[in-house]
């Protein structure tokens, strides 16, 4: 599965995307956020206030409760303001 990460999500892990093999048990978007966590300081800052981090799931915005199988893509951003 494919992540990819915008903005400061981006700035605070330090890439910008990345493959990785989902481990059992990552069932939803905020398993999936959880998981990323324990990959390191730099996902533990990114994701220290998950209810602020937005989802795309295959470039659809889903909810921490959407399930990700299937997906092959998984896109991270912080929220969005207009002006």
Do not use: C, Q, S
Not at 16 to 22: P, Q
Not at 24 to 44: I, K, S
Not at 62 to 81: D, N, Q, W
């Amino acid at each position: 599965m494919r992540l990819v990460y915008f903005a400061w999500v981006r700035e605070r892990i330090g890439r910008t995307d990345e493959e990785v093999e989902v481990p059992e048990g990552v069932v939803t978007v905020a398993d999936l956020v959880r998981w990323l966590r324990t990959r390191g300081e730099e996902y533990e800052y990114a994701f220290e206030n998950e209810d602020i981090v937005r989802a795309a799931i295959d470039r659809v915005h889903a909810r921490p409760e959407k399930a990700i199988a299937g997906a092959r893509e998984i896109a991270f951003f912080p929220p969005m303001t207009g002006g």
